[in-house]
């Protein structure tokens, strides 16, 4: 089986929350032979997310083949948490993923701004990311590490953090924790070219007994599913037999087929 659960179908913001939109979503999964579908919207448009079309969705008696889960994907910053506590208080969600988009106020994976990596030490950026990371597993607010190493994404490639005291470090808080890291394959979309998290991360995070998921991490529908056999074969390789997938904020298991044939 293949599961997505990182799901973008309000993009960012360019669409709304509709039956019928969401439904193309779902007719792709199908045809993906996807059978656990989880919409994880970005924080920043809650306010927009409908929770009716998704409970619509659930019972049309078409898409009784698919699961249909309920996350989001917030932007962690350390000074914002207190709000999100607030924000998913007030929500039933099956999950939630916890994501570093911003260096302090440098949104680093925006392409308006990949230029500022030119003005950095590259090695003191992945620093400063995966401290961030790091908080973010602290806060204890999340059940998914979002795209591990997104701080790649434009291609700039840290000299000493591949082997660092301080993935170790992270890993260990990540275990520890009890989250689960999902592999995420939008960075086979970006100059990067390669999935969240490479597969020397995916080696350290199975021999550190740490769960994986799996996400497109699609905002438009022909991107759902893109490259998720191919990262379920890249996990199957490294050791990988279970995924996990969520229910009501509650770790649930699935096998990772061979090839995901």
Not at 72 to 100: F, H, Q, T
């Given at each position: 089986m293949l599961?997505d659960?990182?799901?973008?179908a309000m993009?960012?913001g360019?669409y709304?929350?509709?039956?019928d939109?969401?439904?193309?979503?779902?007719?792709?999964?199908?045809?993906c032979n996807?059978s656990?579908?989880?919409?994880?919207?970005?924080?920043?448009?809650?306010?927009?997310?409908?929770l009716?079309v998704i409970r619509?969705l659930?019972?049309?008696?078409?898409?009784?083949?698919?699961?249909i889960?309920l996350?989001?994907?917030?932007?962690y910053?350390?000074?914002r948490?207190?709000?999100?506590?607030?924000l998913l208080?007030?929500?039933?969600?099956?999950y939630?993923?916890g994501s570093?988009?911003?260096?302090?106020?440098w949104?680093?994976?925006?392409?308006?701004?990949?230029?500022?990596?030119?003005?950095?030490?590259i090695?003191?950026?992945y620093?400063?990311?995966?401290r961030l990371v790091?908080?973010?597993?602290r806060s204890?607010?999340?059940?998914?590490v979002?795209h591990?190493d997104?701080?790649?994404?434009w291609?700039?490639?840290?000299?000493?953090?591949k082997?660092?005291?301080q993935?170790?470090a992270?890993?260990?808080?990540?275990r520890?924790?009890?989250m689960?890291?999902e592999v995420n394959?939008?960075?086979?979309?970006k100059p990067?070219?390669e999935i969240?998290?490479s597969?020397?991360?995916?080696?350290?995070?199975f021999e550190?007994?740490?769960?994986i998921?799996?996400?497109s991490?699609?905002?438009?529908?022909?991107?759902l599913g893109?490259?998720l056999?191919?990262?379920?074969r890249?996990?199957?390789?490294v050791?990988?037999?279970?995924?996990?997938g969520?229910?009501?904020?509650s770790?649930?298991w699935?096998?990772?087929e061979?090839?995901?044939?």
């Amino acid at each position: 089986m293949l599961i997505d659960y990182h799901v973008h179908a309000m993009a960012h913001g360019e669409y709304e929350c509709s039956v019928d939109w969401f439904q193309e979503y779902l007719n792709k999964a199908r045809s993906c032979n996807i059978s656990l579908l989880g919409f994880s919207e970005h924080d920043w448009l809650w306010s927009g997310m409908d929770l009716a079309v998704i409970r619509d969705l659930a019972s049309k008696p078409e898409n009784k083949d698919i699961g249909i889960r309920l996350g989001i994907e917030v932007d962690y910053k350390p000074e914002r948490e207190n709000e999100i506590k607030i924000l998913l208080g007030k929500n039933a969600l099956d999950y939630v993923i916890g994501s570093v988009h911003h260096i302090g106020e440098w949104p680093f994976d925006h392409t308006d701004y990949k230029d500022e990596f030119l003005h950095r030490d590259i090695d003191g950026v992945y620093q400063e990311y995966y401290r961030l990371v790091q908080q973010a597993v602290r806060s204890h607010l999340f059940d998914v590490v979002g795209h591990l190493d997104l701080v790649k994404v434009w291609g700039f490639r840290s000299s000493k953090f591949k082997d660092s005291s301080q993935l170790k470090a992270l890993l260990g808080e990540i275990r520890r924790s009890g989250m689960v890291v999902e592999v995420n394959t939008g960075g086979l979309r970006k100059p990067i070219a390669e999935i969240y998290p490479s597969e020397n991360i995916l080696h350290s995070l199975f021999e550190n007994n740490i769960p994986i998921t799996f996400g497109s991490d699609a905002h438009y529908p022909h991107q759902l599913g893109e490259g998720l056999i191919d990262a379920c074969r890249m996990a199957w390789n490294v050791g990988y037999r279970n995924m996990a997938g969520f229910l009501r904020r509650s770790k649930t298991w699935h096998l990772i087929e061979n090839n995901s044939g």
